[in-house]
């Protein structure tokens, strides 16, 4: 269950990072970010995350918001995650747990 958890966990945490640096990269690009190949990596990388956060959020939302609607609910989620790892910690022990994450 451990492994589980801190597989989500990652996946979770590598999604924001890239959330992040897509973020301040088409700061950085401004106009010509669509054509920056780092840009469309990670924007390959975020995709999943993006869309899904399209079909969840309400249709008044506006498409230039989905990567921050995306945004949040992956750090609801990374909250979640986070919190389900202390509770599973605290239930194995906090020795085995370091011995698992190291």
């Known amino acids: 269950m451990l ?5 989500l966990k990652t996946i979770v945490e590598i999604a924001l990072m ?3 640096g897509q973020w301040v990269l088409g700061l950085l ?3 010509k970010r669509d054509t920056n190949f780092f840009y469309r990596v990670l924007q390959v990388v975020t ?3 993006v869309r899904l956060a399209r079909l969840l959020s309400p249709p008044i939302v506006l498409d230039r918001h989905v990567p921050l609607v995306a945004f949040l609910l992956l750090a609801f989620s990374w ?3 986070t919190k389900w790892k202390i509770d599973l910690c605290i239930e194995i022990g906090i020795e085995v747990c370091k ?3 190291a």
Do not use: D, H, Q, Y
């Open 3 to 7: 492994l589980l958890v801190n597989i």
């Open 18 to 20: 890239a959330l992040v």
């Open 29 to 31: 690009a401004g106009a």
């Open 47 to 49: 995709r999943p995350f």
């Open 79 to 81: 909250l979640l995650v």
């Open 99 to 101: 011995g698992a994450t």
